[in-house]
T-cell receptor
Framework: AQKVTQAQTEISVVEKEDVTLDCVYE???????LFWYKQPPSGELVFLIR??????QNEISGRYSWNFQKSTSSFNFTITASQVVDSAVYFC?????????????FGSGTRLQVQP | DAGVTQSPTHLIKTRGQHVTLRCSPI?????VSWYQQVLGQGPQFIFQ???????GRGNFPDRFSARQFPNYSSELNVNALLLGDSALYLC????????????????FGDGTRLSIL
């Protein structure tokens, strides 16, 4: 079975601060994919990034960066110089190459509040 | 191009009733998945369909059923509604070329917020 843990329920920062959202996953599969999604108050889940289990290279996209470490089963997400528009709930998710069930397993989410 | 569209946006039902939720995937996407998101929690997988066939099912009772049509749109049906079915129901689509691929990013609609009284 797969499991994703986002231990931080809610984080509040002041604009321009850097913030890191933690994600720890569990799976027995050797091939899997990790995702981050953003859910603004409107409810839509917005895809941010996908990584596969064979690629531990960190990735940067503008103010966003991701740190994937298989040794600790973590896939953390950092927002640099946070902005009010970053306020949302962020979900980490996992999918595996399971022929019987191709689905995303989500964590419980981290609510990020960026204060002006 | 239009994203994933879901209807209705909001729905109020009473216990024991049934409900049908609808989803139109992104043009060209052949795979549709349904998720239930209870307030304060992450989405939970209900079903995945590809080429009109069920390809995955989560841990939901038989009161939940779904189908996919030739145009790849999908319906989620829930019978004998319970208070605990109150949630945001999200539909997601992905390309799913050939066999359904778990590495395809799923693109989500705005959801249908279902309230059971």
């Amino acid at each position: 079975a797969q499991k994703v843990t986002q231990a931080q329920t809610e984080i509040s920062v002041v604009e321009k601060e850097d913030v890191t959202l933690d994600c720890v996953y569990e799976t027995r599969d050797t091939t899997y994919y990790l995702f981050w999604y953003k859910q603004p108050p409107s409810g839509e889940l917005v895809f941010l990034i996908r990584r596969n289990s064979f690629d531990e290279q960190n990735e940067i996209s503008g103010r966003y960066s991701w740190n994937f470490q298989k040794s600790t089963s973590s896939f953390n997400f950092t927002i640099t110089a946070s902005q009010v528009v970053d306020s949302a709930v962020y979900f980490c998710a996992l999918s595996v190459m399971d022929t019987g069930r191709r689905a995303l397993t989500f964590g419980s989410g981290t609510r990020l509040q960026v204060q002006p | 191009d239009a994203g994933v569209t879901q209807s209705p946006t909001h729905l109020i039902k009473t216990r024991g009733q049934h409900v049908t939720l609808r989803c139109s995937p992104i043009s060209g996407h052949k795979s549709v998945s349904w998720y239930q998101q209870v307030l304060g929690q992450g989405p939970q997988f209900i079903f995945q369909y590809y080429e009109k066939e069920e390809r995955g099912r989560g841990n939901f009772p038989d009161r939940f059923s779904a189908r996919q049509f030739p145009n790849y749109s999908s319906e989620l049906n829930v019978n004998a509604l319970l208070l605990g079915d109150s949630a945001l129901y999200l539909c997601a689509s992905s390309l799913g070329r050939g066999a359904v691929s778990s590495n395809q990013p799923q693109h989500f609609g705005d959801g249908t917020r279902l309230s059971i009284l």
